[in-house]
């Protein structure tokens, strides 16, 4: 069974850090696109950082541009999103997320439980 596992969410002040994690089992890596997405409610989910499969290319939300940095670890089936500079319209619940046959942010079909972000101000 394909499983994701987010974890690293907390509750921080405007403008400080918070490193996200997310274990992925279940699935060949190497050959998924893999994300991470946030909801708050009321709203749609929207894509925050997309790492493409086809070439490693990561797409961002214009809104976490210079600010947030996803990457994989293959070897660890490990995915993160490192976010900075951390805004209250950052709070959300944010998910992992993988696909076989997506590019970029669209049609993911496996999903994580989410975890929790809240920026105070």
């Known amino acids: 069974d394909v499983q994701l596992q987010a974890s690293g969410g907390g509750l921080v002040q405007a403008g400080g850090s918070l490193r996200l994690s997310c274990a992925i089992s279940?699935?060949?890596?190497?050959?998924?696109?893999v994300g991470w997405f946030r909801q708050v409610p009321g709203k749609e989910r929207e894509g925050v950082g997309c790492?493409?499969?086809?070439?490693?290319?990561?797409e961002y939300a214009d809104s976490v541009k210079a600010r947030f940095t996803a990457s994989a670890d293959k070897a660890r089936n490990m995915i993160y999103l490192e976010m900075s500079n951390l805004q209250p319209e950052d709070t959300a619940i944010y998910y992992c997320?993988?696909?076989?046959?997506?590019?970029?942010?669209?049609?993911?079909?496996?999903w994580g439980q989410g975890t929790q972000v809240t920026v105070s101000s």
């Open positions: 790492i493409l499969k086809e070439n490693g290319a990561i």
């Open positions: 279940g699935l060949p890596l190497d050959e998924y696109a």
């Open positions: 997320a993988a696909d076989w046959a997506s590019l970029g942010c669209a049609n993911y079909d496996y």
